[in-house]
């Protein structure tokens, strides 16, 4: 029986994983300008898929780069992605969907005739199975969010509402970060000292039963962020949105990292110093539960399953 293959959304056709390839030409490498964004599956079913995709198209608006079908076909596409490649899975893991685009390819850059290149914007979707068992000491942990001296882009460059890979600055904060703690989640603070966000998650605080988040002029507009405030409605816990500080964190009940591959997770410590009593508090709790509800699953679960583990 062969080996089963997921199937790609690359340029205009949905193709086999192993035909989609990258020019070395292309201005996502030349030029890092690419858009993205990533949705997940819970139970094999995409999560707010219609949030994910709007997003990206905002995004690329922004970015003068334009898909060239619908949000309406891309979702279309999605479906047909997933109804193949959910077949490549296990009935208890689910799938994360990246979508990313770049303005196409420069024939100068490659040295060939214009007419040679793909004509348009490079546009790809695939899939990969989420890597629960990665996680699982940030659950059973905590992460130990450190703040480097890199500091986020400011919104006068680059609207943080605009997801997207041009990340040199994440990469230098990460080293920076794991030179104090090899597992650190790195979390920036603007030019003026205020909290932003981690790399790959938006970063959120309690202090005195209340959800303390970092202003949106400052931080990817999180699609599970929406959903943490959405969920804080319905449990009638007060959502604020402000300026904090390192002292603020410090000083906090809780903290939390909330983002799409696993919703949300407690951060316990930052610069070394314990958040709270140092592990995951009765908020985290409420979060996660109400989470699940939502979802028909329990989240933790998933994650912390043995059967995950390597």
Same mark, same amino acid.
């Given at each position: ?5 997921? %199937? ?33 599956t819970y139970g094999h079913k995409p999560f707010r898929l219609n949030d994910h995709v709007k997003r990206f198209y ?103 509402? %605009? ?106 410590? %930052? ?37 995950? %583990?390597?």
């Amino acid at each position: 029986m062969p080996a089963f293959e997921p %199937v790609v959304y690359f340029r205009d056709a949905i193709v086999p994983a192993s035909q989609a390839r990258l020019a070395y030409y292309d201005l996502g490498i030349i030029l890092g300008a690419t858009i993205t964004d990533l949705v997940r599956t819970y139970g094999h079913k995409p999560f707010r898929l219609n949030d994910h995709v709007k997003r990206f198209y905002e995004s690329c608006k922004y970015s003068r780069i334009q898909p060239l079908m619908s949000q309406e076909e891309t979702i279309a596409v999605t479906g047909n992605l997933l109804e193949h490649n959910l077949e490549g899975i296990g009935q208890s893991d689910d799938l994360a969907v990246v979508y990313f685009i770049t303005p196409g390819e420069n024939a100068l850059y490659g040295g060939i005739p214009p007419e040679a290149v793909h004509q348009g914007p490079t546009f790809c979707i695939h899939t990969f199975p989420l890597q629960f068992a990665s996680w699982q000491s940030l659950f059973r942990e905590g992460a130990h969010v450190v703040i480097p001296s890199i500091r986020h882009v400011p919104p006068e460059c680059v609207d943080p509402k %605009v997801k997207n890979r041009s990340r040199l600055h994440w990469w230098l904060a990460d080293r920076e970060a794991q030179l104090v703690d090899p597992t650190a989640t790195t979390v920036l603070l603007d030019l003026h000292g205020n909290i932003t966000e981690a790399s790959g998650a938006n970063f959120l605080i309690c202090k005195d039963g209340r959800v303390l988040s970092p202003t949106s002029r400052n931080i990817l507009g999180g699609i599970s962020l929406k959903n943490i405030r959405e969920l804080c409605e319905q449990l009638q816990i007060p959502f604020i949105e402000r300026n904090l500080q390192v002292h603020d964190v410090i000083n906090a009940d809780e903290a939390f990292l909330a983002t799409t591959p696993y919703a949300v997770a407690p951060a316990t410590k %930052v610069n070394g110093l314990l958040i709270g009593e140092g592990k995951p508090g009765p908020m985290f709790a409420r979060l996660t539960e109400a989470w699940s509800q939502q979802v028909g699953m329990d989240i933790l679960e998933q994650i912390m399953s043995p059967e995950k %583990v390597h």
